[in-house]
T-cell receptor
Framework: KAGVTQTPRYLIKTRGQQVTLSCSPISGHRSVSWYQQTPGQGLQFLFEYFSETQRNKGNFPGRFSGRQFSNSRSEMNVSTLELGDSALYLC????????????FGEGSWLTVV | EDQVTQSPEALRLQEGESSSLNCSYTVSGLRGLFWYRQDPGKGPEFLFTLYSAGEEKEKERLKATLTKKESFLHITAPKPEDSATYLCAVQEREDYKLSFGAGTTVTVRA
């Protein structure tokens, strides 16, 4: 079956712009979470959604936001981009909140110039 | 706050030379410990979830074990295709997010 799909795979933005990243979870999965991966900080939790509700949020500024739609697809948005937002943004999905297996997508590479 | 420490940071092995990776963790109540493999430029690939001390899981040349304070990922007779970064993550009982370690980068030479 199809895995977690993230779009776009690569993008370059300018400081001050905003960006929206999209994630389609594995069919039947209702929980979607987002992570930021950088060489210096590793993988850090951004937020998690279940049944269109944000259930948990990491320690990121309010410029980072997300949402989940009724079909479980999710988007995350970063406003007023900073150079430090350059990272690999990963989406993960699982059947439920306490998922036994959490699968990741290939990620969206964001470069802020 | 959850803490996950992986060691060593990097491991260079000869093909066929078995070794182990360590993941030590501090969490108030463990729901699950996850192991992932990540290749350069790709997302983490799920390997195992362990839930309680004493549990073991195997997949091909990989075997994961869990104690109350740490987990080990044993690589038996590795091949060059086992070269990757191996990530460990914990999920706390009261919080569903994954807290990741920094990873161990394994290089297997032919």
């Amino acid at each position: 079956k199809a895995g977690v799909t993230q779009t776009p795979r690569y993008l370059i933005k300018t400081r001050g712009q905003q960006v929206t990243l999209s994630c389609s979870p594995i069919s039947g999965h209702r929980s979607v979470s987002w992570y930021q991966q950088t060489p210096g900080q590793g993988l850090q939790f951004l937020f998690e959604y279940f049944s269109e509700t944000q259930r948990n949020k990491g320690n990121f500024p309010g410029r980072f936001s997300g949402r989940q739609f009724s079909n479980s697809r999710s988007e995350m948005n970063v406003s007023t981009l900073e150079l430090g937002d350059s990272a690999l943004y990963l989406c993960a999905s699982s059947l439920g909140l306490a998922g036994n297996t959490i699968y990741f997508g290939e990620g969206s590479w964001l470069t802020v110039v | 706050e959850d803490q996950v420490t992986q060691s060593p940071e990097a491991l260079r092995l000869q093909e066929g030379e078995s070794s182990s990776l360590n993941c030590s963790y501090t969490v108030s109540g463990l729901r699950g410990l996850f192991w992932y493999r990540q290749d350069p430029g790709k997302g983490p690939e799920f390997l195992f979830t362990l839930y309680s001390a004493g549990e073991e899981k195997e997949k091909e040349r990989l075997k994961a074990t869990l104690t109350k304070k740490e987990s080990f990922l044993h690589i038996t007779a590795p091949k060059p295709e086992d070269s990757a970064t191996y990530l460990c993550a914990v999920q706390e009982r009261e919080d569903y997010k994954l807290s990741f370690g920094a990873g161990t980068t394994v290089t297997v030479r032919a």
